[in-house]
């Protein structure tokens, strides 16, 4: 066991734990779609915005996206992470908006639009989580 402090985690509820537990499972990007109207959602939610319908499953993403913006956090160091972290917001090809850490890019290299791979990162504890990296 690691002695180092580990990332926090998500606080899992009915909403959001199958789509970590998808992750853990080697899914790189589940995302929610409404068994009603077929519309996807994301982050996961109990109720679809367009048709009102709380029946829903899954399909697995692509992991293919661009970078539609992103921030670099400095401060405060929490123990667990590695600073700076690059947070990328993406757009996935499915045409959802996501949160998530940019790795295996410097900096200087980030650029608006650039297209973007998804794939799963584990931690030094176990936890698996999507992370997305430059397109070489
Ligand atoms: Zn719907």
Redesign the pocket.
Known sequence: MSSKPSRIKPPLGPDNAWWWDQVSKGTVFPIQR?S????LRHPPRPI?D????MEWNWIAASGRATLHSYTVIHHPAFPGYEYPILIALVDLEEGERAISQLVDCDRDAVRIGMSLEARIQTDADGFKLPVFRPVA
């Open positions: 409404c009603g109207c077929g519309k679809c367009a048709c009102r319908s």
